[in-house]
């Protein structure tokens, strides 16, 4: 592979945000050794960082530890030289160590998010759960705006089958990004697997509402569910099952349920007819098709 062709699938990479450690330390070891990174000018160092990360994702710390060094040298006492240190320190030093690193420079400078991030990640990757949470609520208490803190909240407290609070976790996680379908498809399976069927179906709508293909006033009928659109649709075939099944559900946020279940029902059923009647050209999703057409038959209870 030349110089160029390296760069330009590096920059690709970055651009994507993708994490493709093997190819990137394969390509980015390439431009090193070619001394190709002072063509890039400024973007040199980000793509040094880049570099690095994937050689410690593959186990080349040797080449990680040169690329740091490069960095370290051009920008003395930065924030986020101190960051990739820490994550080659995780590398290699027991967690304790980490941890002590972390908190020195968090209490030189208790706004670094970046390393109070680092800080939680260890904390949970080692089984201090309990303090990874209590350290999460602080930073987004601090940090309100940061969407990957509320996240990273949710997922913890699933883990711990709290998903009451999960569900109030990405509440918020959807004030701040209320466009965003697929964290709303989140909350509506946190609130399914907390039993509140009501205001699952309705969240499970809100996604069809957002994700389905009518903007040039098609007919629903004419077009086919794809990609989440089907998942929320499947969503809305098993809250009504569940809300049918018991005529007393109380719902835990007080959401009511829908008056015309059944036709809710027989929509949901129709909608994945017709996902699932496809050629299959466009993935995977017509695959298993008659155990999906005999399950959506099935009527209420």
């Not at 030349?2 to 390439?30: H, K, M, V, W």
């Not at 697929?182 to 697997?193: C, I, S």
Request: charged share 25%.
């Amino acid at each position: 592979m030349s110089l160029q062709s390296a760069l330009e699938r590096l920059a690709t990479y970055r651009a994507n945000n993708t994490r493709a450690s093997q190819d990137i330390f394969r390509n980015g070891l390439l431009v090193l050794q070619k001394s190709g990174f002072k063509k890039l000018g400024d973007d040199a160092w980000i793509s040094l960082e880049q570099l690095a990360l994937a050689s410690i994702d593959v186990g080349r710390l040797d080449i990680a530890d040169q690329c740091l060094q490069l960095i370290a040298d051009n920008f003395p006492n930065s924030p986020r030289v101190d960051c990739l240190i820490g994550i080659r320190m995780e590398a290699t030093e027991p967690p304790e160590t980490a941890l002590k690193y972390y908190a020195d420079i968090l209490e030189a400078d208790s706004a670094n998010v970046a390393i109070w991030k680092r800080r939680i990640s260890v904390l949970r990757r080692t089984g201090k759960v309990e303090k990874a949470l209590n350290e999460l609520v602080q930073f987004v208490d601090t940090f309100y705006t940061d969407v990957e803190g509320w996240l990273e909240l949710a997922d913890i407290y699933a883990s711990c089958n709290q998903y009451d609070h999960s569900f109030q976790a990405l509440s918020h996680v959807l004030l701040l990004t209320p466009q965003n379908p697929f964290y709303v498809l989140q909350a509506a399976e946190t609130a399914y697997t907390s039993e509140d069927f009501p205001l699952a179906i309705k969240m499970f709508l809100t996604v069809v509402d957002m994700t389905d293909a009518d903007d040039s006033e098609q007919l629903l009928q004419e077009s086919t569910p794809l990609g989440i659109t089907v998942r929320a649709w499947f969503g809305v075939k098993l809250c009504a099952r569940r809300i049918a099944q018991n005529a007393n559900l109380k719902s835990s946020s007080n959401t009511s349920a829908p008056k015309n279940l059944g036709l809710l029902d027989e929509l949901a059923a129709e909608r994945l007819r017709v996902a699932y009647s496809s050629s299959g050209q466009k993935g995977e999703i017509a695959k298993g098709r008659q155990e999906v057409f005999a399950w959506v038959a099935t009527p209420l209870a």
